[in-house]
């Protein structure tokens, strides 16, 4: 690293030749880089999302979907998930009080 000795002025014209004057840099707007000349939309619909993604990167979605799918499927024979969904698992019972059985049908 420089040690630059001067006076302010002569250290700042210093660093403007160096580097370039530092107001211009950070006065100027910063541009958005797109890859390929991509245009980013207003909105994102699945028509732009069909036509911009790689075609990979959707695979990788459906795969993590049906990874996902497979594990919940998986985990619902799990003993300890069974008891802690029981409340939400349970269905009334054709066979309670409330409605009638095929025999109790049949016998009126």
């Not at 409340?87 to 049949?106: H, R």
Request: glycine share 6%; proline share 6%.
């Amino acid at each position: 690293m420089k040690i630059i000795e001067g006076t302010p002025e002569e250290i700042r014209d210093y660093e403007n030749k160096e580097h370039g004057d530092l107001k211009e840099f950070l006065n100027t707007e910063p541009k958005m880089a797109t890859a390929a000349g991509l245009e980013y939309p207003d909105k994102v619909t699945f028509k732009w999302l069909k036509e911009h993604v790689p075609i990979g990167l959707w695979f990788s979605l459906l795969a993590l979907l049906a990874t996902l799918y497979i594990a919940g499927v998986q985990s619902s024979k799990i003993s300890l998930v069974q008891e802690i969904f029981e409340v939400c698992m349970c269905a009334p019972e054709a066979n309670s009080e409330e409605s009638p059985n095929e025999e109790q049908l049949g016998s009126e």
